[in-house]
Every structure is written in C-alpha cells, then in structure tokens.
C-alpha cells in the first residue's frame, strides 16, 4: 500500500519500521512521516468511541479521560497564558475538544465553541456549552461562523487527513486570525533517541508524526505563517508515565497495571514534565 504524502501528495516514500503491524514512513520529498495506511471519512466516528477516552491503553488513548480532568485543565491554564501573550480574546473553536476542560478554562472574554466525533466526551463538554458543541468530525464541521482563534491541541496527528483540517480552519478563522495547535515533534531530541519506542509513534491513535519543518510546510501550504515554536510543560498521572513506558517497552503488563493504578485515586497523582518533545505552535492567517 502506498499513501501519497499528507503534506506534499507526493507518492513516493521510504519504509523506516513498523509498528503494531503498521508501516512507519517517511516521504521521499519532503520528509514528512506518518502512517502508510489509507483510512475512510467514517474512522473518527469509528475509532475515537468511549474505549479510546477510558481503558483505551490498547488503542494509544487514555486510562481515563475524566479521571485526569486536574491533569487537563493545568495544560489547558499553561495553554490559555501562551495564547494571551498574542490575543486578548474573541470567538474561539477548539477541534478535538474531548470533555471540553480546556473551553472551561476560558476567562469571559472568549466566546468558545468546539467539535468532538467521540459522543460520549462530547456529552460531557454538553453538559455546559451546550449545542456550541458540535458531535462530530472537524472534516464534517460546517458553519457560517468565523472565529477569533481556532484550536488543535493534541488533535492533528490524529486526523486522517490534515491537511484537509489546516485548510478548514484556514477558512474559518477571520483575516489575520489565530491558529494554536500542540503535537509531538519527531525531530526532537526525545524522539530521535528513542527511535521506535518513542511512546508518540503509536498508530493507529497518531497517524501523523510531525517536525518543525513538516508542520510548517503544511501550514505555508495551506495559508497560515508560523509566528512562535514554545514547548510547554505537560501534567500527566502515574498512570499515563506507566502507559508511556508500556509503549516503549513493549510490555502489556504495564499497561493493564496503569488502567488498575488509574481506577484508585491514590495513585492519581499529577506529574509535571519537560522533555520537549511536544511542540505548540502559533500561526497566522495570511492572504490566500
């Protein structure tokens, strides 16, 4: 099977391993990396169900999404002071918006909407915002709305197509608007030492494996200019460091003891860490 390049449609790429029974490439032009697997309009729907956002360990998703609400809503502050450096507030779209922690955790200046395929999260962020959220894919989100700022954390190496997402928010965000997104970066040093076992290639959950230069690419692509490259610290429990080393170890005895850890709220404890090995990056719309 060979997928043409999400960033550059080229056909041409090179095997680097596989993984889980998936093969790993890399294109042969523009180096971007992601998953040679060709996917339907109907995997978000499929895929990111309730088993993904709770014991969804043999998916590469959560232990419990809801039980490391702290551990959400302390990367969503970390977030929220970034963003304020650049923009005061306005309408605001966050894509993957899961429970909705990361809206919760917007002061009144912001007028915050979002999008989530998985029903049963989306249900939860519901619960306070209403049909502002809508159940669904971001490929299939439509509106006449334009927004101040749109959103991605965490959600981009997930998609199946991204360049078709960066290209929607292109559209909907008003001139000179602002686009934040998080993702891992695999020209980080964590990422190069690990090779393999870098706990961020784990398809089918990340289909995408991004650098600065290939995400930057794809934005000039499709008409953004990256304006700022942080690294953020990341807030996780025992848990998810336990699911991490179970990814890299290859060892599904850890990750069936981190969904036991994760039921007690003993071992729920938040863990700061700083490995820079994700990177948030802030772009502009420009002229298209």
Known sequence: MKRSCPICEHSSSELMFRKEGFDIVQCSVCRARYVDLRLDDGFAADFYTDDFFKDGYHKYGYVDYVADAANHRRMAAGAIRFMKRHVRGGTLLDVG????YFLESLGPEWDPYGCEPCRGMAEIA???????IAVIPFEEYRTDMRFDVVTMWDSLEHVVEPAQCIAAAHGLL?????????????GS????????????????????????????????????????????PRYVSLSEVLINLGA????????????????????NVS??????????????????
């Open 97 to 100: 918006c899961a429970a909705g």
């Open 271 to 288: 863990i700061p860490y700083q490995v820079f090995d994700e990177m948030v990056v802030m772009a502009s719309k420009e002229a298209f």
């Open 248 to 267: 890299m170890l290859g060892s599904r005895a850890l990750k069936d003891l981190s969904a036991k850890l994760a039921r007690s709220s003993r071992w």
């Open 126 to 132: 519901r619960k306070k915002f209403g049909d502002r």
């Open 174 to 186: 008003k001139d000179s608007g602002l686009l934040f997104l998080r993702t891992p970066d695999a």
């Open 189 to 232: 040093p964590a990422a190069k030492l690990l090779g393999k076992s870098w706990y961020h290639y784990g398809p089918p959950g990340h289909l995408h494996f991004f650098d600065r230069k290939s995400i930057t690419t794809l934005l000039r692509r499709h008409g953004f200019r990256v304006r700022r490259v942080v690294y953020l």
